[in-house]
């Protein structure tokens, strides 16, 4: 039988030899998948379309004793390995070309704990996976707005939601981790057991090991939150935009409202009219008693003349999973990111400007609404440093069809150059593509210089490497 190739971390080609590759095999108690082997096609598939990576063996694992064997594998053998949770991040960091890829897809287990409100959960687990556990007792801790996301890059890298102004960070209720460092030591990284790896993990990736459980602090919310959409014509945007920022300087931390702008999709609320021109959305969310909700909600749904107002409460696993039909996996997608302190007049000019010129229907200006919270935390608490942030722009560059890739990038990139003198210079770890290596320590800013001294201690090879890198020697 022939000896599958993989490569070196030093970019060459070595064979495995069969003894070792046979007794991982036999120890293993997950799925190894190699090229031409059934499963192997799909289990290269993730979220971004634009990437293309094969790797020589995808170890599936079933357990941390199988992650523990894997990164044994990995280092005592040099090869170039990756780690996939969820498989959304849009660099495509969960996939390596001819190396070893640790796939913690299958570790999906949520366990909850409604006396502690605590929950502790798998590498694999979507965050749909987690809201429906955490919801079946009234409880929920802040993550991300698409549902399919994974839990574990989106935790490592800071995490944050409809929930964050309110509840801080994904990392902020982080009570612990199970991590498999370099050596293939499992430890667990707490504020009491190793604070110096559980500092890290807290925004700085999977730099330092693989996690193989995570410890969540559980908040009570909903069942219902009121939440929805306001969705005026593009070409009331300055005005509303305008409105928007001031009205956002007194409401309170459990009311969030992000806005995305776009050409309107055809969904069922919106005269057809409409369909397919451009649109601004403003998307609401209340984390607390509905009545509150709508009151402090009024001024902002009474605001010009909206073409569509859907706010009315929701079950909160059903609003965290609202624009999962949007952001289906299996297209092209490119990202470009800025934090800002404020929605300036300029900024609104530039994003009106590009949204005119939207290159594809499923193309969108997205902006998060954070501070709250999660800027109450010092800077230096966590590895994610840009607390400072109140408003997040993901320019969403997305499309089908591979001849758009120019005109759709050029664009996205357009942008964020417009944008620029309004932005803080930060950047969030979780939205860098894959030729944004160069952003990492502004990702960090203040933070980098620890993080280097971290990855020196727990991965002086960087052994993890196919990640937003922190070098050992940078
Ligand atoms: C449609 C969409 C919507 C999004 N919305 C939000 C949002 O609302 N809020 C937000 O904060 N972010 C959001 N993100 C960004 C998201 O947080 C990142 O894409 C994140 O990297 C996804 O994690 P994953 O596990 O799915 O990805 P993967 O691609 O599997 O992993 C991402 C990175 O983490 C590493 N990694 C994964 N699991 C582990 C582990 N167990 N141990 C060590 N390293 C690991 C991987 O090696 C890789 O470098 C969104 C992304 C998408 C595509």
């Known amino acids: 039988m022939p000896q599958p190739l993989v490569k070196t971390r030093s970019g060459g080609a070595a064979s495995v030899p069969q003894r070792a590759l046979d007794s991982f095999k036999a120890a ?15 289990a290269c598939g993730i979220w971004n379309a634009m990437i293309d990576r094969h790797p020589a063996l995808i170890a ?47 570790m999906t287990d949520v366990a909850v704990d409604p006396a502690s409100r605590m929950a502790r959960v798998g590498p694999g687990a979507t965050l749909a996976d987690v809201d ?36 801080g960070l994904t990392v902020d209720n982080l009570l612990a981790a199970d991590v498999v460092t370099a050596d293939g030591t499992l430890v667990r990284a707490s504020a009491a057991e190793h604070p110096d790896l559980f500092w890290g993990i807290r925004g700085g990736g999977g730099n330092f090991g693989v996690v193989t459980a995570f410890e969540f602090r559980l908040h009570p919310v909903g069942p219902d939150v009121l939440s929805g959409l306001i969705i ?28 995305v702008l776009r050409k309107a999709p055809p969904l069922p609320f919106l005269a057809a009219e409409w369909h397919g021109r451009e649109i601004l959305v403003l998307a609401v969310c209340y984390g607390g008693a509905i009545a509150d909700g709508e009151r402090i909600a009024k001024p902002l749904r009474e605001f010009g003349h909206p073409i569509a107002d859907v706010i009315q409460p929701h079950p909160f696993t059903a609003w965290q999973a609202v624009l999962d039909p949007l952001l289906a996996p299996g297209m092209r997608n490119y990202w470009k990111s800025h934090d800002f302190l404020e929605v300036s007049d300029g900024l609104v000019d530039v994003l009106i400007e590009h949204a005119r010129r939207i290159p594809d229907p499923q193309t969108e200006i997205a902006v998060a609404q954070l501070g709250g919270a999660v800027s109450r935390v010092a800077a230096d608490a966590t590895a994610y440093a840009h607390r400072d942030a109140q408003f997040v722009m993901n320019v969403h560059g997305r499309w089908e069809d591979p001849s758009k890739d120019a005109l759709c990038i050029g664009w996205a990139r357009q942008l964020f150059e417009a944008a620029a003198p309004f932005a803080t210079g930060g950047a969030y770890v979780n939205f860098l593509t894959e030729e944004e290596q160069g952003r990492v320590p502004a990702a960090y800013a203040g933070n980098y210089a620890r993080l280097v001294e971290l990855k020196r201690k727990y991965d002086p090879s960087n052994l993890f490497r196919v990640n937003q890198n922190i070098g050992p020697s940078t």
């Open 132 to 167: 429906r556990a955490t919801q079946v007792h009234g409880l929920a801790t802040p993550v991300g707005i698409n549902s399919t996301t994974g839990i574990a890059g989106l935790t490592l890298g800071g995490g944050f939601g409809w929930l964050s102004r309110s509840l």
């Open 28 to 42: 293993f108690r997950g799925k190894i998948l190699e090229p031409g082997t059934t499963g192997y096609d799909a």
């Open 60 to 106: 599936r694992c079933a357990t941390a004793d199988d992650v523990i064997l894997a990164v044994r594998l990995a280092a005592s053998h040099d090869l170039l390995v990756s780690v996939r949770g969820g498989g959304h991040n849009i660099a495509g960091k969960a996939l390596c070309d001819g190396g070893l890829v640790i796939d913690l897809s299958a």
């Open 232 to 259: 005026h014509p593009l070409d009331e945007a300055a005005k509303v935009l305008r409105f928007y920022r001031d009205f956002l300087k007194s409401t309170p931390d459990e009311f969030v409202c992000w806005f």
